[in-house]
């Protein structure tokens, strides 16, 4: 599955510990988990390193159950469970009084450590905002229960680097049995401070900072891995003075793996990197002013405080403008030369996939294939393991006075090709219904986005859909929402691209509809209760937000 193969990735890039998910959600939540705890967590390195697999859970006893089962089979587990602790939260969202959160707190890190769990972790959610001193006496409570690491959560992404830092120097030094235990920081970005609230936790004491790569997550997202870690690679050596300890921070990370994740990541959830992202972006190692670029043919380290290289980013030849053109007469050899240089890391099976649309896209392109050409190439087979049905031939007529007509031919599992023709509003629309009629699904375009990955006439266009099921209908994909507890159809995405934006747009739409039709055979397979809702509860008067997961 595609989480278990981030979830190696992350393994390879020596995180400490991967939160695999939120077990409760849904029996696909809880097998995604399972089989990183079992798979992943069960990997030992030569030196012996093995990642600790944590299931996230909120203060319930199901909840716990099912996280604990989830991860148990792994080397290393953890639970991580948490509820609310400011004051807005605990009347609005709970309708508990301070006392109670305290007793559910309380036992739930009991019940977590009464299933054999050892390594306990427990959160008070939107800490940022509670009241120091009810955190001093929840957090000490959960510690003479048997919590062995304390997350500390500016959930809304509310506080500034220095009220966070001297929020964890204070917790540090009042709350009983600190000493103990691993202080951790949960950081969001609403404020863009999410990597420098970390850090600021960091020189005070916090010796866990949770982040996500390329910074995903709830609203803004999360503070960033690749961000965190390569700040602390410069800088961890002497601008942590003053904090406990030596004053020198390091991690165990290694950063020639950041590249390949941060593609990964960005392929299999859809979220792009903005093209500015620090460490990840797609300029963050690009050179556009005539003094800049004088200074980097001079020296690098005029304008790059970190190379490219050591995230796992070659820059080969070609940044600096001997690079070799790839086109019709390409290799193998060549292009994935080429990927490997951009940071992609593929198997034979993948590079294969995306040679053969290479060579059909090299055929119609003069001039060759620059790098977003090849990128784009590479989202297009991103799904291409578990295809389906395959685009095969297409037809489609449009203008001012006839009706946009299309005839599509696909190519089923069974190896049979099968054509036909249909009406639309245009000729998008007209492709979409025949494809709908040949595989046999109803669903409804959520979302549908066509961009030119570069410049000219002969440009790569690049498409991408999202489409949701119909409701009841005989693909519906009820799943649960882990923040809001209710009832969703899932939602499937698909990337296609073409020098044509009709076949663009198919390839795009079948990429989607096939991801949709393996997910549906997978439940089927496992005999998994269709609304994805079996053993997942809602807590009363408590939205299941989710710290860490993202």
Not at 243 to 268: D, H, Q, R
Not at 361 to 378: M, P, T
Request: aromatic residues 6%; proline residues 4%; hydrophobic residues 40%.
């Amino acid at each position: 599955s595609e989480k278990l193969e981030i979830a190696r990735n992350l393994a390879k890039l020596g995180v400490d510990i991967i939160e695999a998910g939120f077990p409760i959600a849904s029996p696909d939540d809880f097998a995604g988990v399972k089989q990183i705890a079992d798979v992943v967590g069960n990997e030992v390195f030569e030196d012996g390193y093995v990642p600790v697999i944590a299931g996230l859970s909120r203060a319930n006893e199901k909840d716990i159950a099912r996280a604990w089962d989830a991860v148990k089979g792994a080397i290393r587990p953890r639970i991580h469970t948490f509820i609310a602790t400011s004051e807005i939260h605990m009347r609005s969202k709970l309708n508990k009084t301070p006392d109670e959160v305290v007793a559910i707190a309380v036992n739930a890190v009991k019940y977590a450590k009464s299933l054999g769990c050892d390594d306990i972790e427990f959160s008070p959610e939107d800490a940022g905002r509670s009241d120091p001193e009810f955190l001093y006496r929840i957090l000490a409570e959960t510690i003479d229960a048997g919590a062995t690491t304390l997350n500390i959560p500016d959930t809304t992404g509310w506080n500034m680097p220095w009220e966070f830092g001297e929020l964890i120097k204070k917790l540090r030094e009042n709350v009983r049995g600190a000493e103990n235990v691993i202080f951790s920081t949960h950081c969001q970005n609403d404020l863009g401070l999410a990597t420098a609230n970390s850090l600021s936790g960091a020189l005070n004491g916090a010796r866990q900072l949770e982040c996500t790569i390329n910074g995903i997550g709830e609203r803004a997202g999360n503070a960033s891995l690749e961000e965190i870690v390569m700040a602390l690679a410069l800088k961890g050596d002497e601008q942590f003075v003053g904090g406990p300890g030596t004053g020198k921070l390091f991690t165990a990370i290694n950063p020639v793996y950041i590249t390949p994740t941060s593609k990964m990541v960005a392929e299999y959830t859809g979220m792009k990197c903005q093209p500015h992202k620090a460490i990840v972006g797609a300029n963050a190692f690009q050179h556009e002013s005539g003094i800049h670029q004088d200074g980097m043919i001079k020296d690098k380290s005029t304008y790059e405080i970190m190379t490219p290289e050591s995230i796992g980013l070659m820059r080969g030849e070609s940044q600096s403008g001997a690079g070799i053109v790839l086109g019709k007469h390409s290799g193998r050899n060549a292009v994935g030369t080429r990927l490997r240089e951009l940071g992609y890391d593929l198997d034979l099976d993948k590079l294969n996939a995306v040679f053969a649309r290479f060579k059909e896209v090299a055929e119609k392109k003069k001039g060759g294939l620059d790098d977003d050409d090849l990128e784009s190439l590479v989202s297009d087979q991103s799904g291409s393991m578990n295809e389906l049905w395959k685009v095969t031939g297409l037809q489609a007529t449009t203008g001012l006075s006839g009706i946009p007509t299309a005839t599509v031919k696909l190519m089923g599992p069974d190896g049979v090709e099968r054509y036909v023709s249909s009406t639309g509003t245009g000729p998008v629309d007209a492709v979409y219904k025949a494809i709908d009629q040949i595989i046999g699904v109803e669903v409804t375009l959520e979302s549908y986005a066509m961009n030119s990955v570069n410049e000219g006439i002969e440009a790569l266009a690049s498409t991408r859909v999202v489409v949701v099921p119909t409701m009841d209908g005989p693909n519906d994909s009820a799943v649960m929402d882990a923040q809001t507890s209710q009832l969703r159809e899932k939602k499937f995405s698909g990337s296609g691209s073409d020098t044509d934006i009709i076949t663009s747009s198919a390839r795009a739409y079948v990429s989607a509809l096939n991801k949709l039709l393996t997910w549906k055979m997978r439940r089927m397979a496992n005999g998994a209760d269709q609304t994805g809702a079996k053993d997942a509860v809602a807590v009363d008067g408590e939205a299941p937000l989710v710290v860490g997961a993202n």
